[in-house]
């Protein structure tokens, strides 16, 4: 098959062009044909105009690259490669929302012929891919799971924002329904994965091994927040805590904060529905999760605090927040949290204005009900860092003086600015 694909004498198709099956898609485009599939009208425009609507990209990570841009399943029929890379979020309980991925295994199903190859991408939980994609395959192709075609699973390892570590530079898992199709996953893989490939032994372990990934790191921050709730009340930085512990060789740099995205702040819930589903209740997993989520209302409470003490009326307090992203540098605002200090501060009945170089305002009304403000003009008696954006860090104690009240508060979420605040009102995790 890799052989056919590099020859283009038949094509790959990546299903869903987000911040991780649109790399993927441009990066086997340079050496073979390739059909990207996305659902959205506006957002196949915008790539035929080698635009990446996530930002991600730059507009010469589009040159050089053998695609066609569709939302026409027709399209996806030359294809006998598929990629499939689309979200798997949560809903508002918390339980898998496997909409877009049921969807585009439809979408697939529709477009498979005998001899193919399905891998999937998204993030779902072990066994969700022979268990829940594959009879949705075989139903909308009446082609035989195992005979006709086969699957695969390859768990994405895209951290939007890094430019470090890009998607050829990082080792690649992949999976596959019986050693023929094993081979041949990683054979297409390797031909643009410069790191590597490790070959799971069978699709449930490569599904466990991306879901603990995030979990891990939920767990471990969870621990770092629940010390910043400890050492908060004991009148300790928690920073200059962590700064001490991280003299020994061997200590774990992990670091509170809100945990938000679509990765961290989602994948654990994946593991604890199917853990569930099996009979087991999570603690650690659970408990760390009811940390993380409680982290938003934590900050915003805090900050409530801070001003009475400080002698304000909360009732109406100007409060401005900086950053509405997920996380630093990046345009996402999928489940950021920022969005939960937010909600708690104006059921206060504060007036909270948000401000971001990269987050879109019109998303943001959409998704969270509130809007960037074009420019600070006012006077706050709070300040919130939420996101570390780059536009940030080279601010000083006088700019931010230059936009406060007399007795201000300056709440510095992940603690950049500390031991550079000495006159207004300072706090972090």
Same mark, same amino acid.
């Given at each position: ?7 283009? !004498? +038949? ?65 996806? &029929? ?6 499939? /890379? ?36 998204? +993030?779902?939980?072990?066994? #969700?891919?022979?268990?829940? #994609? ?15 075609? *086969? ?6 390892? $895209? ?80 920073? !200059?805590?962590?700064? /001490? ?37 999570? *603690? ?6 009811? $940390? ?12 409530? *605090? ?10 109406? /307090? &100007? ?7 997920? &996380? ?15 909600? !708690? ?55 931010? *003086? ?28």
């Amino acid at each position: 098959m890799l052989d056919k694909l590099l020859a283009k !004498e +038949t094509k790959l198709s990546v299903i869903g062009l987000g911040y991780v099956g649109l790399p993927i898609a441009l990066e086997f485009a340079r050496n073979m044909k390739v059909v990207g599939f996305d659902i959205k009208q506006d957002r196949i425009d915008l790539m035929r105009q080698g635009i990446d609507p996530s930002k991600e990209l730059n507009k010469e990570d589009f040159d050089g690259c053998d695609i066609e841009f569709t939302n026409q399943i027709e399209d996806v &029929k030359e294809a006998t490669f598929h990629v499939v /890379a689309v979200p798997t979020p949560i809903n508002e309980h918390n339980l898998p929302n496997l909409t877009p991925l049921l969807s585009a295994s439809r979408t697939v199903g529709k477009a498979l012929k005998k001899g193919d190859i399905v891998v999937f991408e998204s +993030t779902v939980y072990p066994g #969700c891919t022979e268990e829940d #994609c594959v009879p949705i395959l075989e139903q909308e192709s009446g082609l035989k799971f195992g005979t006709d075609f *086969k699957v695969g699973y390859s768990p994405e390892r $895209i951290n939007p924002g890094d430019k470090e570590h890009t998607l050829t530079k990082i080792l690649k898992i992949v999976s596959g329904s019986d050693a023929e199709s094993l081979d041949i996953i990683a054979e297409v893989y390797a031909s643009i994965i410069k790191a590597g490939i490790h070959k799971a032994s069978s699709i449930k372990v490569a599904e466990a091994a991306k879901i603990i990934e995030n979990t891990q790191r939920d767990v471990n921050i969870a621990l770092m927040n629940e010390l910043s709730l400890i050492f908060d009340r004991m009148d300790i930085n928690t920073y !200059e805590v962590l700064e /001490a512990a991280g003299t020994k060789w061997n200590f774990l740099k992990f670091f509170p904060g809100l945990v938000g995205g679509h990765c961290i702040g989602v994948d654990p819930y994946y593991l604890t529905y199917k853990a569930n589903a099996l009979g087991y209740h999570s *603690k650690i997993i659970d408990g760390g999760r009811v $940390i993380n989520d409680s982290m938003g209302s934590y900050v915003a409470e805090t900050t409530i *605090k801070k001003l009475i003490k400080k002698g304000h009326n909360v009732n109406g /307090a &100007k409060i401005l927040i900086m950053g509405a992203t997920f &996380k630093e540098n990046v345009s996402d605002i999928r489940n950021s949290k920022v969005a939960d200090v937010y909600k !708690e501060l104006v059921s206060y009945s504060a007036h909270v204005d948000v401000v971001d170089p990269y987050a879109d305002s019109r998303e943001l009304l959409e998704e969270y009900g509130y809007a960037l403000i074009p420019e600070i003009t006012k006077k706050y008696e709070a300040v919130i860092l939420a996101v570390n954006h780059k536009e940030y860090l080279d601010l000083d104690e006088d700019y931010f *003086k230059s936009i406060t009240n007399h007795n201000a508060v300056f709440v510095d979420i992940k603690g950049v600015f500390r031991g550079k605040i000495n006159e207004l009102e300072y706090w972090s995790l």
